[in-house]
T-cell receptor
Framework: GENVEQHPSTLSVQEGDSAVIKCTYSDSASNYFPWYKQELGKGPQLIIDIRSNVGEKKDQRIAVTLNKTAKHFSLHITETQPEDSAVYFCAAHDYGQNFVFGPGTRLSVLP | EAQVTQNPRYLITVTGKKLTVTCSQNMNHEYMSWYRQDPGLGLRQIYYSMNVEVTDKGDVPEGYKVSRKEKRNFPLILESPSPNQTSLYFC???????????????FGQGTRLTVV
């Protein structure tokens, strides 16, 4: 089955700097790669996603890139703000119609 | 408002006392799933369901049961809870577009379970 790895497990950046979180997946049949943000005391919420027929997607300060050949995808957050502090999860959705999540990255944006 | 509702939000129980955590979604989603979240281990899938009366094991199904009698509800049952099931549980639902295509997963607010 699918296996998703995520790095780093923790990340601290200064406010205004960029943050990058990387994930790799194992199943070349996976076709949907969402990113979730989990704030304290809440359930994860989708912030951006990408499908396997697209290489990059942007939404204001966040972007996701996908390299199907290398089987990795990354989340990029520019001009980070304190409210970006949260746990971020990547996920891969395989053809078996199931979501597999990475272990998460705790991002801290320091003022 | 589109949402996934879990109940209860917090639960403390004793070892061996059967309990049920309810999950309901109002988006007519086919796919529903249960996860447990433990420090350093991310979201681990317990069970999932592709549609009514169709359920399957995830990565950590031992000690749990589920049922999917109606499209909107997907309860998680712990027949004989043990302390190692102390965790934060999330229910999620997603619209299945068929052919292996899904849309985003919507998560409930979570249920923090403590088994003593």
């Amino acid at each position: 089955g699918e296996n998703v790895e995520q790095h780093p497990s923790t990340l601290s950046v200064q406010e205004g700097d960029s943050a990058v979180i990387k994930c790799t997946y194992s199943d070349s049949a996976s076709n949907y790669f969402p990113w979730y943000k989990q704030e304290l005391g809440k359930g994860p919420q989708l912030i951006i996603d990408i499908r396997s027929n697209v290489g990059e997607k942007k939404d204001q300060r966040i972007a996701v890139t996908l390299n199907k050949t290398a089987k990795h995808f990354s989340l990029h957050i520019t001009e980070t703000q304190p409210e970006d502090s949260a746990v971020y999860f990547c996920a891969a959705h395989d053809y078996g119609q199931n979501f597999v999540f990475g272990p998460g990255t705790r991002l801290s944006v320091l003022p | 408002e589109a949402q996934v509702t879990q109940n209860p939000r917090y639960l403390i129980t004793v070892t061996g006392k059967k309990l049920t955590v309810t999950c309901s979604q109002n988006m007519n989603h086919e796919y529903m799933s249960w996860y447990r979240q433990d420090p350093g281990l991310g979201l681990r899938q317990i069970y999932y369901s592709m549609n009514v009366e169709v359920t399957d094991k995830g990565d950590v199904p031992e000690g749990y049961k589920v049922s999917r009698k109606e499209k909107r509800n997907f309860p998680l049952i712990l027949e004989s809870p043990s302390p190692n099931q102390t965790s934060l549980y999330f229910c999620a639902s997603s619209l299945s577009l068929g052919q292996g295509m899904n849309t985003e997963a919507f998560f409930g607010q979570g249920t923090r379970l403590t088994v003593v």
